[in-house]
């Protein structure tokens, strides 16, 4: 499916904390006994130590939702966790194809999770940085205190301190490639939920944390076929022009590809642009696809 580039798109997306947050860093104080006892993650980024949202932290709470989502909408996902029901355990065994038609027809055959985020037997289609911020962070402390099981009463010893984010904001980038426009509609809605605070980011969710609002949303197309004037799938027939509503002139920079710069959107707003998408009726025919295999 990665033989051929067709389309990409890429959306940069400033997340800004509601509620404090911590993405906890593995070392705790290991290096310096000083320290809290859990720490945010940090990185280089400009020439100093900052807190990040990990790529991969990123990634697993956008899937999870993303699961949820398609659940809504009468599709199925694979169980990663369990060996019998996630799709690579299905489909090994089955790969009787010769290796030029492996990549199609595993594609053809795996949830509609794996088909964007990957699995054991195809490539991610979905690609999410790590998140630096957009500015000054600033950080403060929160004690913690473990709960004793039985009685429901502080544990005795139990009490440790962490850091989070009280106030920053975050630059995301999250890219695809060869992706379907019914994959777009549905990182979307997640963005959606995400702003919304449905989903929440890091450690201590259940406490209030992590709860984040989508600031600015910027997306920007690229298409590498001649034939298509506006905005299409990878594998979609179908088409939706957007160029008149934003003033956005889609042009070919010969020979290599065709793109457009939509910026400061509203999430409610790209939705709207597509709801010409039914994501219902694609979900229900990939699942009666995988019924004939499975």
């Known amino acids: ?68 989502i398609i659940g809504l909408f009468g599709g199925e996902c694979c169980d990663i966790f369990n060996d019998k029901s996630r799709c690579n355990h299905k489909i090994n065994g089955k790969k009787n194809k010769p290796y030029e038609e ?12 794996c ?27 929160r004690t913690g205190v473990g709960i004793n099981r039985i009685t429901g009463a502080a544990q005795k010893g139990a009490l440790y301190d962490f850091e989070v984010v009280e106030d920053g904001t975050f630059q995301v980038e999250i890219t695809l490639k060869n992706y379907e ?29 992590g709860r984040m609002e989508v600031q600015k949303l910027d997306i920007y197309f690229r298409d590498y076929r001649k034939d298509v004037r ?3 799938g990878a594998e979609d027939s179908q088409e939706i022009l957007l160029n008149q509503k934003y003033h956005a002139e889609y042009e070919w ?26 994501v219902q009726k694609k979900l229900e025919e990939e699942k009666c696809q995988r019924s004939k295999l499975f």
């Open 102 to 113: 492996q990549g199609r027809y595993v594609y053809q055959y795996v949830c509609p999770a």
């Open 115 to 141: 088909k964007l985020f990957g699995s054991l037997n195809i490539a991610s289609r979905i690609y999410i940085a790590d998140a630096y911020p957009a500015g000054e962070c600033i950080l403060g402390e």
């Open 1 to 68: 499916m990665f033989r051929e580039l067709k389309n990409e798109a890429k959306l940069s997306v400033l997340l800004h904390t509601k509620s404090p947050l911590t993405i906890r860093s593995a070392q705790g104080k290991l290096l310096d006994p000083t320290l809290l006892d859990m720490q945010c993650v940090k990185s280089r980024y400009h020439g100093a130590d900052t807190v990040i949202i990990p790529g991969s932290s990123l990634k697993g709470v956008i899937r999870s939702r993303y699961e949820k």
């Open 253 to 278: 920079k010969v020979p290599f590809f065709g793109e457009m710069a939509l910026r400061n959107l509203s999430i409610d707003e790209m939705i709207s642009n597509c709801s010409e998408v039914n």
């Open 230 to 232: 506006g905005w299409k």
């Open 181 to 209: 426009l019914y994959q777009m509609v549905l990182l979307l809605y997640v963005l959606k939920d995400l702003d919304e605070g449905y989903v929440s980011l890091g450690a201590a969710s259940t406490r209030g944390n």
